[in-house]
């Protein structure tokens, strides 16, 4: 009885343990992202582009706020996940002056209300889809098209597809080394 009842007081200690890195994890952005949005409003306020730089700030600070606040659920609906990730997308097309186009459609059938999910999950496969995807495209107009739909075991089915020139030739044409740091956010999803 002993031994079983400090199995399971380990496991429970390991279960808070787990429960808070996740908490960490999923409070954390992408550092670049932030410094780079930063850098943008700097930017803007440098070249007196003060209405710019204060729609992009309140744009950044409601994605900020929101990830904060979703860091502490353990689930949010499908719905205030696509929100927040618009405003991350949003705030990553203007960065890039507007140089692609991006898409959500969810299927009628899918009320995203009621659907819930792990906060910032679809993120860092956007991220990706940007920065080894479209960020490096030279010929054409970038695109992200993101579907959610339900396939006939009614398994919700998240779809990031991108037009881009992929991790290796990213990889090649923005730094001309291998791409060595590993990506929190899908490790972490």
Do not use: C
């Not at 949005?37 to 409601?62: C, G, H, P």
């Amino acid at each position: 009885k002993r031994n079983l009842a400090e199995k399971e007081r380990q496991l429970e200690i390991q279960k808070i343990k787990v429960d808070s890195e996740i908490k960490v994890l999923r409070s954390q952005m992408n550092p670049h992202f932030i410094f780079n949005s930063l850098n943008t409003i700097e930017a803007y306020i440098v070249e007196k582009r003060d209405d710019e730089a204060s729609a992009f700030l309140q744009k950044f600070s409601k994605l900020i706020r929101s990830v904060l606040e979703n860091s502490q659920e353990e689930f949010i609906s499908l719905a205030e996940e696509l929100k927040v990730l618009t405003w991350y997308i949003n705030l990553e097309q203007i960065r890039s002056n507007h140089k692609w186009d991006f898409s959500i459609f969810v299927n009628e059938n899918i009320n995203s209300n009621l659907i819930k999910i792990p906060p910032l999950i679809l993120q860092p496969f956007v991220e990706n889809a940007i920065i080894h995807g479209i960020k490096n495209k030279i010929e054409g107009r970038g695109v992200i098209n993101n579907s959610i739909q339900k396939n006939q075991d009614e398994i919700l089915e998240i779809g990031i597809d991108d037009n881009g020139i992929g991790r290796n030739e990213s990889t090649i044409r923005g730094n001309k080394k291998p791409f060595k740091k590993k990506s929190l956010g899908i490790k972490f999803t």
